[in-house]
């Protein structure tokens, strides 16, 4: 049947929907992401636009990649915002990185080692599994032994699994996998502005993040870094990168000299970013991490006060990301919405196996203060009593 043209009409299906109500209720930020945006960069968003090829914008790409070489620890020339979510970081590593045959191990403790499980099967890679239960890490004897049972092409693991609260000790790791010529991905979604990275040190080849966990901007931006290796291997390719948006042989020549046009990039996004950068790196990196170290401590003492214990053993915590055991007998779900109806406090849920057993408690960036911990913790307090 003909479309006829009045029934593109949307007064036609019905009543004109009038202005979109945007007063949107003040939160605070508290869960698995985003976190708190300073006002400064709330403020920059707010520029003017200029063009994504105006030499103005391309100095201030030129700031956001030093900037952003400083906060990953690394003095990686391929390093940069793609446009995107955290994922799209993710999906970038491992679409310029995995060929189809090859052979990739993915650590698994938790949502996120299986998303890139999921994406390296995508790939067309021959993907090996290599779990831990959920809130512990994965263990550097046990890479090794993966690795000693045959050639593997590249190691995928989470530096700060925001699924279940651990932080993953690296050091070893990276070790193994240089050793055994793998190249080695690190999501640091979470932990980038947090904790250290320390890409260089830690023998990382390949490593990406969100702006919208410890670095408090918006979601929007995924920053990469690629180490000497992985350019290698992205040179020595025999295919095409399956993807065209997020191919890094096309997005390297407009962040480069070529400055050669691939997309629009998202201009608001990156002032944030410069902004947020700026904020970070005012604060100085170890100030910063010693800041998620303290408040951290801090607020899981208090959940021990009220009786409330921690998921994850102190050693393996991260510091950014809190999971709480649910007690016996407590609708979680509930006590989320009090606190977010009440007290206009966004925590978040166990996913997948961790569903209904831990409540997931973000410490991130400008959101990970003192006041913040206490006012949680007391709203806990009195929704748990009543
Ligand atoms: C949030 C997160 C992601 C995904 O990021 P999105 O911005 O949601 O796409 C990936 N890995 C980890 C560890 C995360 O915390």
């Not at 977010?340 to 997931?360: D, P, Q, S, T, V």
Request: charged share 20%; proline share 7%.
């Amino acid at each position: 049947m003909p479309v006829s043209v009045q029934s593109t009409d949307c007064t036609a299906q019905a009543a004109p929907p009038g202005p979109i109500d945007l007063r949107l209720p003040g939160r605070v930020l508290m869960g698995p992401g985003p976190s708190t945006a300073d006002p400064r960069v709330l403020r920059a968003m707010a520029a003017p636009l200029i063009g994504h090829l105006d030499p103005a914008f391309l100095e201030l790409m030129n700031g956001v990649m030093a900037g952003l070489r400083c906060v990953f620890g690394t003095k990686n020339q391929l390093t940069l915002p793609m446009s995107g979510t955290g994922s799209a970081g993710m999906e970038t590593c491992l679409v310029n990185l995995i060929e189809p045959g090859e052979r990739v191990l993915v650590c698994i403790n938790g949502l996120f080692g299986q998303r890139m499980a999921d994406i390296a099967g995508r790939c067309g890679a021959e993907v090996m599994r290599l779990e831990a239960p959920w809130g512990e890490p994965i263990d550097p004897a046990a890479v090794r032994r993966a690795l000693s049972q045959g050639k593997v092409d590249l190691v995928a693991i989470v530096h700060a699994e925001t699924s279940t609260g651990v932080l993953q000790p690296l050091e070893e790791i990276g070790q193994a996998v240089r050793e055994h010529g793998a190249l080695l991905v690190v999501d640091a979604v979470t932990s980038l502005g947090g904790v250290a990275v320390n890409v260089d040190e830690r023998l990382i080849d390949a490593c990406y993040s969100g702006t919208q966990k410890c670095l408090s901007a918006p979601p929007g931006l995924a920053p990469i870094t690629f180490g000497p290796r992985a350019e290698a291997k992205l040179a020595r390719r025999k295919s095409k990168v399956p993807s065209w948006y997020l191919d890094l042989t096309m997005i390297s020549q407009y962040w480069g000299k070529e400055r050669v046009y691939h997309h629009t990039a998202p201009i608001s996004m990156m002032y944030a970013l410069a902004e947020a950068l700026n904020l970070v790196l005012e604060e100085g990196l170890a100030a910063r991490e010693e800041r998620h170290r303290r408040v951290s401590a801090l607020f899981c003492e208090g959940l021990e006060e009220i009786g409330l214990e921690p998921f994850v053993r102190p050693e393996y915590r991260a510091p950014m990301m809190v999971t709480v055991k649910v007690p016996e007998g407590v609708d979680e779900a509930a006590v989320r919405r009090e606190l977010l109806h009440r007290f206009n406090i966004e925590i978040g849920g166990g996913l997948g196996e961790l569903k209904g057993r831990i409540w997931r408690v973000g410490l991130m960036g400008a959101s990970c203060t003192e006041s913040n911990a206490l006012l949680l913790l007391e709203a806990l307090k009195k929704i748990l009593r009543s």
